[in-house]
């Protein structure tokens, strides 16, 4: 295809200095024979070669086209010729000699229906249009016609002569007229060359990406006389109602893949159709390669009904002959609105920790070790919702130690919980539930546990039904009791000390003991608090009668159980008649004495 050329109008305006070429050498030429005594011939064949040198480059300036003129496509009807095609495309109906020269016709100037000629933009009665910026990722760049440079903001126009610039994980997404868009990828440079409608209302669109990646879509095929097309520094894409591909990888090569419709490929003065599901590479001089098939669309990867916490991770697809696979995560269900791009090798991880709440759609493609992409497979929903968080434990601490055989809970109450959801259980997995709840209170109060280890979390229920994840749980440990059990009160030992004994409890570092004469431990009259043994030897006199025993124990770290229930101690007479003897003779011989 041709990209320029000139009308007779833009030759005529070449010649110029061609001409003035031709009158400086003559002047010059006239003043050297009047100094000279060369001969008349010499004169005549020097003149005579130079107007004829002249004259051939006059001509072909007429023909050679210039480097700053756009030529536009248009579709030849049925009956139609040269005049009436400038009476109706044309800003004058004279234009039609200049659509002659640069389409290089000669009289009869015959073209043929179904075909296409090339019109200078400059003859075209045309109404200029622009791209709306749907949405954006980064801080892409706009770079204006007199080269001024400004952030793109999402519903921003670009207009014809103006290049979109996006860095790393930046992306642009436009919409045109009639339905069409296109999706600017990272590290990319793209020209809007010219965006309008013509004479008839039809829309013609021509780019040029310098560098990085693109996909055009349109959705309703193109009419006879609308284009949409694509050029690089090494090949041109048209296209009629499709959805294709264009990457630069290199400066040496493109690839074009084609997703849907058909796509003409032309580099070297050679063309080629790619169809859905082919691609085709396009080396600097050369012309394109035979299409080639896109590899399979991976599979989509399981995903959560909804993932509650940041960041969302999953494995990327696995996938027989991929060097590489990239997601793509939207807002939309179509694919256009894109956000996130993130390209991971199959069975390694994708990452997504910027997103915010809300619902997205993933798209997945695979990339094949020549670089050909995948259709991408999708859309896969994503659903993110981490507002509210799971509830936060406040007290009690964790990973206590205690004797107290109900325990209360509080955690942090949130104005968007409709309950809560409470689990008591046996062990940390929480398969052996012990309870299970629905509160309205942000608190928790269990019944009386037995002694052994007890986990604790809990789930916030919001009022359209959303539930949290659980909260971390809680763990502590119900200590048993001490028991006193049967008390022995028989004489023990050569001294005749009475002896107390208790079940050894595990991890104990020690016991206190009270020794009372009244239930309520007013009067005391032993009392013991650093016991490393379950026993206790009373070795001084007691009288008989009634006493109350209570002990408790103290864990390593220094905790103190509750004091055992007071358990009643009798000492009988025969056991103690010894001090009373020693008593009463003491007495008499006081009463001797005195």
């Known amino acids: 295809m041709v990209f320029s050329g000139d009308d007779g109008k833009n030759a005529f305006y070449t010649s110029i200095p061609l001409l003035l070429v031709f009158f400086i050498f003559r002047n010059h030429t006239d003043q050297m024979a009047m100094k000279t005594t060369h001969n008349t011939h010499y004169r005549q064949v020097f003149f005579s070669t130079l107007i004829l040198t002249l004259t051939f480059l006059f001509q072909a300036a007429l023909l050679m086209p210039s480097q700053a003129e756009t030529l536009v496509p248009l579709h030849v009807q049925k009956g139609t010729n040269l005049i009436r095609i400038a009476r109706q495309y044309c800003t004058n109906p004279s234009d039609w000699k200049t659509i002659a020269a640069v389409n290089r016709l000669k009289s009869p100037y015959i073209i043929y229906s179904r075909s296409t000629i090339q019109v200078p933009l400059s003859i075209l009665r045309t109404k200029s249009i622009s791209a709306k910026v749907a949405s954006i990722s980064g801080s892409p760049i706009l770079v204006t016609g007199d080269s001024q440079t400004r952030e793109i903001r999402k519903g921003d126009l670009v207009l014809p002569g103006q290049t979109v610039v996006t860095e790393d994980d930046e992306y642009v997404h436009l919409i045109y007229p009639n339905n069409k868009h296109t999706r600017i990828g990272p590290q990319s440079k793209m020209l809007l060359v010219y965006l309008m409608r013509l004479a008839d209302d039809n829309l013609q669109a021509e780019f040029l990406l310098k560098n990085g990646r693109i996909t055009h879509k349109v959705n309703k095929k193109l009419g006879a006389n609308e284009h949409f097309r694509t050029r690089t520094p090494m090949a041109i894409t048209g296209i009629r109602g499709t959805e294709f591909r264009i990457k630069i990888e290199n400066q040496e090569t493109n690839i074009v893949e084609t997703l849907k419709g058909k796509v003409a490929l032309s580099a070297a003065g050679k063309q ?65 609105n894109t956000l996130v791009e993130q390209n991971a090798k199959p069975g390694q991880n994708f990452t997504l920790s910027s997103l915010t709440d809300g619902h997205y759609f993933l798209f997945f493609t695979g990339t094949d070790k020549q670089g050909f992409e995948s259709l991408a497979a999708g859309p896969a929903p994503l659903h993110i919702r981490t507002n509210p968080g799971a509830p936060i434990i406040s007290s009690p601490n964790n990973n206590r ?31 052996k539930i012990v309870d299970e709840q629905q509160l309205k209170e942000a608190t928790y109060t269990t019944a009386a546990l037995k002694p052994g280890k007890y986990f604790f979390r809990v789930q916030l229920v919001t009022g359209d039904g959303f539930e949290t994840l659980f909260s971390s749980s809680l763990a502590w440990e119900v200590m048993a009791r001490p028991k006193l059990g049967n008390l022995n009160t028989s004489a023990q030992g050569k001294e005749g000390g009475i002896t107390l004994q208790w079940p050894a409890m595990a991890d104990t570092a020690g016991y206190a003991l009270q020794i009372a004469n009244d239930k309520e431990f007013t009067d005391i009259i032993v009392s013991e608090n650093n016991l490393t043994e379950p026993s206790y030897t009373i070795n001084f006199l007691i009288v008989s009668g009634e006493y109350y025993v209570r002990i408790r124990s103290i864990t390593k770290d220094g905790q103190k159980s509750p004091w055992t229930p007071p358990q009643t101690m009798t000492i009988d007479s025969d056991s103690s008649w010894m001090p009373h003897a020693f008593a009463a003779l003491g007495f008499i011989v006081l009463i001797l004495i005195f």
């Open 272 to 336: 080629i159709l790619i169809k859905k599901g082919e691609g085709s590479k396009v080396k600097e001089g050369r012309p394109p390669e035979p299409p080639h098939a896109l590899p399979p669309s991976p599979k989509l990867p399981q995903m959560r009904d909804i993932y509650r916490t940041l960041p969302v991770t999953f494995a990327a697809p696995a996938q027989k002959n991929i060097q590489s696979m990239r997601l793509r995560v939207t807002s939309d269900i179509k694919g256009l």
């Open 401 to 431: 130690k205690i004797f107290d055989t109900t325990v209360t809970i509080r955690w942090l109450k949130s104005d968007q919980a409709d309950h809560y959801k409470i689990q008591l259980a046996t062990d940390p997995e929480f398969t």
